[in-house]
């Protein structure tokens, strides 16, 4: 194979061999010696013209060719288009030329002016096939339409400028009359190239290149049209020297063949605004032509028919245009209604159309339910397989659900992973069956299992009745319906009920007071001895958060924590609480230099870089030295840590800081993750405690923790320690300290000051 066609689909590279550098220095000297030799009136200056011209366009052909054959296929054909125009010039000057030295007049025959406009249609079409031309054909019509507009306004308004002052037997000729033509067809080309060049992004070099090579052609061919009409024009005449310049041009185009930075850019790509002189230019030389015929006349006081044809055709054309305008507003407005009223990947109604579907029903006074349905899940499916594959489950769920719901109600997705069903009418299916439904289409199949892109779903169902006011009341019953099966397990459906609905209103009116809680210091801490059940000593204590609520008083953690969590309180909740235990272990030191504290740390927190600051700015804040905090964290946050987790908790290690796994034994890989998390303290759950006596297994389990935590050197602590039996039987097993209301209730600051100093 050729070493060229090993890259004949590569990007076209912007240098030239050196034939083509002296092809092109021979070309510009040939435009330069026939520039002096017409403008001097050299003798012999219509052969000289006519074999500039043909030598000029010939060079421009082969350039182009050669440029098209090492392009990739979309500008391939562009450049054969230009090279085969530039051919057709070519030949055409060349005939015109034969022409013209063998009958002495100026050619105007059938034959040239069909290759010259066959040269022109084959432009144009290269034009359309421009990396900057609209990709649809109704986009390519509109531009050719335009074109033709503002040629056809050219000949009422030239006939007025060229012909007016003519005298009528002078416009018998066909070279006059017809003489309006290339000039026109300059126009419709030149209006097409602006139209397709790109209105706001950077426009590419080769096209910025031949729409000034079409003004020099322009240009000459009105200068020729002038100069005819008033029997002023000879051959070899200086206007000849526009042709061979735009042939000259079109070949210099080629230097700059490399593809337009905006050719990567695909359907997705949200067009432009085009400027307004763009949508107004083909309309701008109407009102012109209009003036022209008004002032067009024949000296016989007719108006020519030419111009009546030509402004007969103008109207055709113009029709035609604004029926392609009022065809494309009428589906850019289908357009705009599906994008405002249906979702984009699913192709179900979106929140929008729902909810007015949502307020026809309630305005017709029909019996009307709607059921909220949530993924449990859906945001792990995201973070571990990737966004396409969530994606491809919600429509695969969109699709089941449709299939579920079977015309018995209307499916639409309102966002995210959160879909809702409307039933109104006569609702021949109560909604709890609908709902039932669902659930039994959206279970994975068996071979669907183990793949975990499944996820679960949980169903709200809310049915209009006296106590919603608006739509948005009813949408707001089925969301909260919605959470009460997510709490009762998933994959579970919940009718509003009033009890629901005021749960849901003292929740929610619990969370704004949570949220002003750290502010307006609602809350305290209350402090657990830990002992040692060897000597009976106090050494540490843990550190637990109330709330005292100016309304419902002092509420426990399981009361408040969880909304936290939920709500995102829990970060700044957790740095008061740390910031608070540390001051108040600095303060105990001083009468009990060993004594420590411990703090519950949250899986949230757990997961934010900043932790490491926040604690050692919180021990540095009191002067207590680290080693006296111990964090304890829950098994399932550390399960569910990443590695950069463990590297935290390794750090903190490293600065002294303890670290406790609380409720040991309740998570289902604690023994996978016990040598990597950098433990000091395992504090075994009370379910199990508090089942020792009556439990042989429990007593099992605490003795095998109790062993492990020995092999691992890591200190025990047994919580719920409640009775002397339970006491001894932990201490029995080698439970080294206990924590419970047999040693001491959570209290205050004083009273645990108390326990250590007087230990």
């Known amino acids: 194979m050729p070493p060229q066609e090993v890259n004949r689909d590569a990007v076209v590279s912007t240098g030239r061999s050196r034939p083509e550098r002296v092809a092109l220095l021979g070309v510009l000297l040939v435009v330069l010696v026939e520039a002096i030799w017409l403008v001097a009136r050299l003798p012999n200056a219509a052969l000289v013209a006519d074999g500039g011209a043909v030598v000029v366009a010939s060079w421009a052909s082969v350039a182009c060719a050669a440029v098209a054959y090492r392009s990739p296929p979309p500008l391939r054909r562009f450049w054969g288009l230009l090279a085969a125009t530039m051919a057709l010039s070519a030949v055409a000057r060349a005939l015109w030329a ?21 040269g022109i249609v084959l432009g144009t079409t290269a034009f359309l096939l421009s990396p900057s031309a609209p990709h649809s054909t109704v986009g390519r019509g509109r531009a050719v339409l335009d074109g033709v507009i503002v040629g056809l306004s050219l000949v009422p308004i030239g006939w007025v400028v060229v012909f007016q002052d003519i005298a009528a037997d002078e416009l018998t000729e066909p070279e006059h009359t017809l003489a309006l033509v290339f000039p026109m067809l300059d126009l419709v080309q030149l209006t097409i190239l602006v139209a397709v060049a790109g209105p706001s992004r950077p426009m590419w070099r080769p096209l910025a290149v031949l729409g000034a090579s079409l003004c020099v052609r322009a240009a000459a061919d009105i200068g020729y049209v002038w100069l005819l009409a008033h029997d002023s024009y000879v051959a070899g005449h200086p206007i000849d020297l526009g042709w061979p310049l735009t042939c000259l041009l079109v070949g210099l185009a080629t230097r700059h063949a490399a593809p337009p930075d905006h050719a990567h850019l695909d359907e997705t790509t949200i067009p432009p605004v085009p400027p307004w002189w763009r949508v107004a230019l083909p309309y701008l030389p109407v009102g012109g ?80 339910a709607v059921l909220l349905l949530d993924l449990d ?102 969301d909260i319906a919605m959470y009460a099966a997510k ?111 411990a703090v519950n740390i949250a899986a949230a927190h757990l997961r934010r870089p900043d932790l490491i600051a926040t604690v050692t700015g919180a021990t540095a804040a009191a002067g207590l030295a680290p080693r006296a905090l111990t964090l304890e964290l829950t098994e399932s946050a550390l399960i569910e840590g990443s590695e950069s987790v463990l590297d935290r908790l390794r750090q903190l290690r490293e600065l002294g800081i303890r670290i406790a796994i609380d409720d040991f034994g309740t998570g289902y890989s604690s023994l996978s993750y016990l ?63 206990g924590q419970g209301y047999l040693y001491g209730r959570p209290g205050s600051l004083a009273d645990l000051s108390t326990s250590l100093t007087g230990s």
């Open 98 to 118: 034969l022409h013209r030295t063998s009958s002495g007049d100026i050619p105007h025959t059938r034959l040239v002016g069909l290759v010259f406009i066959t």
């Open 289 to 368: 032509a209009i003036v022209a015929v008004l002032l067009a006349r024949h000296p016989t006081g007719q108006t020519p028919p030419l111009v009546l044809v030509c402004v007969l055709a103008l109207l055709a054309v113009l029709a035609l245009r604004q029926g392609l305008a009022a065809n494309e507003n009428l589906r850019l407005v289908a357009r705009l209604r599906q994008l405002a009223y249906a979702d984009q990947l699913t192709g179900l109604p979106n929140r929008l159309m729902f909810t007015r579907r949502l307020r026809r029903a309630i305005r017709e006074d029909a019996p009307v």
């Open 675 to 737: 040598h990597r998390i950098p433990a000091t303290e395992l504090k075994i759950d009370r379910s199990f405690v508090a089942r020792l006596g009556e439990d042989a297994r429990a007593y099992a389990t605490v003795n095998m923790v109790s062993s492990l935590a020995e092999a691992f050197d890591l200190r025990v602590v047994a919580e719920g320690v409640e009775t002397d039996r339970q006491h001894d039987a932990v201490a029995a097993i080698g439970c080294a300290h």
């Open 377 to 478: 899940g859906f945001k792990q499916v995201n973070d571990r397989f990737g966004h396409a594959t969530g994606d491809a489950l919600l429509v695969n769920i969109a699709d089941k659900m449709c299939e579920a719901v079977d015309g018995d109600g209307t499916v639409a997705r309102l966002g995210g992973d959160e879909f809702a069903v409307l039933v109104d009418g006569d609702r021949p299916v109560p909604p709890e069956r609908l709902a039932e439904r669902l659930l039994t289409a959206l279970k994975p199949a068996d071979d669907e299992e183990d793949v975990g892109t499944h996820p679960s779903a949980s169903i709200g169902i809310a049915e209009y009745g006296p106590q919603h006011a608006t739509h948005s009341d009813l949408l707001r019953d089925a």
């Open 487 to 597: 709490a009762a397990g998933k994959s579970a459906y919940r009718t509003c009920t009033p009890e629901l609905r005021e749960s849901a209103v003292s929740r929610a009116e619990l969370i704004a007071d949570l949220r002003r809680a750290v502010d307006e210091e609602q809350l305290e801490l209350q402090f657990q001895p830990i002992i040692d059940l060897g000597t009976g000593q106090v050494h540490s204590a843990e550190a637990l958060v109330r709330w005292r609520h100016p309304r419902l008083g002092t509420l426990a953690p399981g009361r408040f924590l969880p909304l936290a969590e939920e709500t995102g309180l829990i970060l700044p909740i957790d740095r008061w609480v740390i910031h608070e235990a540390c001051r108040a272990a600095a303060i105990w030191r001083r009468g009990a230099p060993e004594a420590t504290i």
